[in-house]
């Protein structure tokens, strides 16, 4: 919400930085404060590596954009253009970036 009150209006938050859930929070009190309205507001958040996959993208897009509990994501990107294995989020919610590097996957963008 300071930072809103600083007058930033684009947050850019990942999956992988863990700070969606928190930031969405502030930007809602700051819209329930009347200091913005969503539409004031742009949002960029990142897919990770290990969700490239069609139906892990989606699902892990979902699960963002209710993390944020704004209504919608502006702007959705790869986190970094390399795929990873597959890991679920109930198995390692946040995967360790090594542990991701020693499994990747060449076959993520195969049908």
């Given amino acids: 919400m300071q930072a ?4 930033y209006r684009l947050f850019d938050g990942a999956y ?3 700070n969606e859930k928190e930031a969405g929070e ?3 009190r700051a819209i329930a404060d009347g200091l ?3 539409d004031q507001i742009f949002i960029t958040t990142k897919l990770w590596n290990n969700y490239h996959r069609r139906e892990h993208a989606l699902a892990m897009a979902k699960k963002q954009n209710e993390t944020w509990g704004l209504g919608h994501i502006d702007l959705f990107l ?3 253009p390399c ?3 597959y890991i679920d989020p109930a198995v390692r919610q946040y995967p360790v970036r090594n542990e991701a ?3 990747t996957a060449t076959s993520q963008f195969a049908g």
């Fill in 16 to 18: 992988d930085y863990q």
């Fill in 26 to 28: 502030g930007i809602r």
């Fill in 4 to 7: 809103i009150k600083a007058g």
């Fill in 36 to 38: 913005v309205t969503r």
């Fill in 83 to 85: 795929a990873l294995k």
């Fill in 101 to 103: 590097l020693n499994h």
């Fill in 78 to 80: 790869m986190h970094f």
